[in-house]
């Protein structure tokens, strides 16, 4: 017996025995779950022993879905997040380059601004950036990461500033005159960002190591990532980054990495390599196919079946066409790649639904596990649809907070009251497990189990929740973090729970968030982050 942490409040996720006082762990796995006195009686001369002094215990999070490599390529940008007007925007990004001493010519790179935040309630245009300077090539990226502003020389390195080209699955915004205004939508974006040198392998690792003990601090102990878009590198570059850094013993939390590889040829280059899902050792594993299949509802790009409330003109955008969806989800499905598609719209949902029909149809197959990430703005059809074709809806709670302010204008009220509907979900008995999208969001998962149990805003409105009858209890919400999230990759057998025989994969929290009142969650703090028995972070 290695490690024993008794004198705990512990919260098992386990229906045959919910609640518990100690712990025993031998080697990276839990050996024992029960009382205090029991625990002892495995105690050796070696064993380690912790006491817990009451503190609340669960298992460690699981982010179902997040960018780990873009949130750490984020950290090395100008930061928008906290932006409340262009003209503060315009001070910031100036301040990055002069604190930085960044060289005439050299990109600048910056995420975060979001325009619903904005005194101008406006997006930027080159016009704006172009007031940061005129002699750095500029890129901004919204929040979202479906939408980026440029100034008018990043458009004229990119050769779209006289004649802008049409974009599949993507849209170039143009003045009266036709001329750029600066901000370019989804595949467009790439137009830009293709010219940014990406980082090399070794950078790629160190930025990973530091970014994951970002997530150890949070109580993250497995994330789901898609990382392929992040860097503009080779994929090979970053599964080799990571192979190489499970090899060194450098990957302090558990991986797997959501293949994002949005053309055929991409798909078939991988395929190439006889990896598929499942594949990889305990602290990387190769997961599903990642396809985004359309925008974001605060870019007004999410495709909807009809036009935004606040912006007839348009429905959003849908990436692909249904016969190049259908033929991607097929290829990865029958090579033994489990799928999962971006969509926040009704209309992306309706052609996923299709195409994942389509696949099972013609080449059956087991427990494929198929999985819609965000599904956010749904109907009563689609709600159903998730549970007639065995689809696991992939949510992010924390969205409720960032988007209760929009939602209603976006859509109207009536598509807005049968949106962001998680209880609905659990309520049909679909598989649902719950993730962050950082660094579109916080990866805190406890905000993302605040927002789930109070439909609020973290500054706390509206004082009885937005769409009330969808709350969460608290455990719910943990469960979607924990076992939730274990189903997506096949690992809820060996993680999600505190049980015997799985991973000692464990969370210490400053306070129990099943007892205290709802609104103070999102204050809670981790005390200790154990992965295999060990301890990887401890609060100061």
Avoid at 70 to 92: G, R, T
Avoid at 358 to 385: G, M, S, V
Avoid at 436 to 445: A, K, L, M, R
Avoid at 477 to 489: I, Q, R, W
């Amino acid at each position: 017996m290695d490690l024993i942490l008794y004198n705990g409040n512990i919260i098992t996720i386990d229906a045959n025995y919910p609640k518990a006082e100690a712990i025993s762990i031998t080697g990276d796995r839990i050996a024992f779950v029960g009382k205090n006195e029991e625990v002892f009686d495995l105690k050796v001369s070696s064993t380690e022993i912790i006491d817990l002094k009451s503190k609340t215990v669960v298992p460690g999070f699981n982010d179902s879905h997040m960018h780990l490599l873009s949130y750490a390529i984020s950290l090395e940008m100008a930061d928008l997040n906290a932006i409340a007007s262009i003209d503060d925007l315009i001070k910031n990004v100036r301040i990055f380059i002069e604190e930085k001493n960044i060289p005439e010519g050299q990109w600048i790179q910056g995420r975060g601004w979001n325009q619903e935040r904005f005194f101008e309630k406006r997006m930027p245009t080159r016009h704006d950036l172009d007031k940061i300077s005129q002699k750095h090539p500029i890129v901004l990226a919204r929040t979202c990461g479906h939408v980026c502003a440029a100034n008018t020389m990043a458009l004229a390195e990119c050769g779209i500033l006289e004649s802008p080209p049409s974009v599949d699955g993507g849209s170039i915004d143009v003045e009266d005159d036709g001329t750029p205004t600066g901000i370019l939508r989804e595949n467009a974006m790439q137009l830009i960002y293709r010219l940014i040198p990406p980082p090399d392998k070794c950078k790629i690792k160190d930025m990973i190591s530091k970014a994951a003990k970002d997530c150890l601090r949070a109580g993250l102990t497995s994330i789901q990532t898609d990382d392929f878009g992040a860097a503009k590198s080779d994929f090979k570059d970053i599964l080799d980054a990571y192979f190489e850094l499970e090899r060194e013993n450098r990957l302090p939390l558990r991986v797997s990495e959501q293949v994002l590889l949005p053309e055929m040829a991409k798909l078939e280059d991988f395929l190439k390599l006889g990896l598929k899902t499942r594949d990889g050792g305990d602290f990387f594993k190769i997961g599903p196919l990642k396809l985004l299949t359309d925008g974001s509802l605060g870019a007004r790009t999410a495709a909807l079946s009809e036009p935004y409330e606040d912006d007839k003109k348009t429905s959003g955008i849908a990436i692909y066409t249904q016969e190049e969806l259908n033929r991607l989800v097929e290829k990865a499905h029958m090579n033994g790649m489990q799928v999962a598609c971006h969509a926040i719209g009704d209309r992306a949902m309706e052609m996923v639904f299709e195409a994942y029909g389509n696949a099972i149809k013609k080449y059956p197959r087991e427990d494929p596990r198929f999985r819609i990430i965000h599904c956010q703005i749904t109907t009563k059809e689609i709600l159903d649809k998730f549970k007639k074709y065995n689809v696991i809806a992939d949510i992010q709670p924390i969205f409720v907070s960032s988007d209760l302010l929009i939602v209603e204008e976006r859509v109207g009220k009536q598509r807005a009251e049968c949106s962001y509907n998680w209880k609905s979900l659990l309520e049909r008995g679909v598989h649902v497990a719950a993730g962050s999208d950082s660094p579109v969001e916080s990866f805190n998962p406890l905000w993302g189990i605040y927002a789930a149990v109070t439909r609020k805003t973290l500054g706390g409105i509206p004082e009885t929740g937005w769409l009330p009858g969808q709350k969460l209890s608290v455990e719910q919400a943990v469960y979607l973090f924990t076992m939730g999230s274990a189903y997506c990759t096949y690992e809820e057998n060996i993680k999600g729970s505190i049980t015997p025989g799985k991973l000692a994969d464990l969370v210490v929290l400053s306070e129990d968030i099943f007892g205290m009142p709802p609104d103070e969650i999102k204050n809670v703090q981790v005390e200790k982050t154990f992965v295999g028995g060990k301890l990887q972070y401890e609060r100061n």
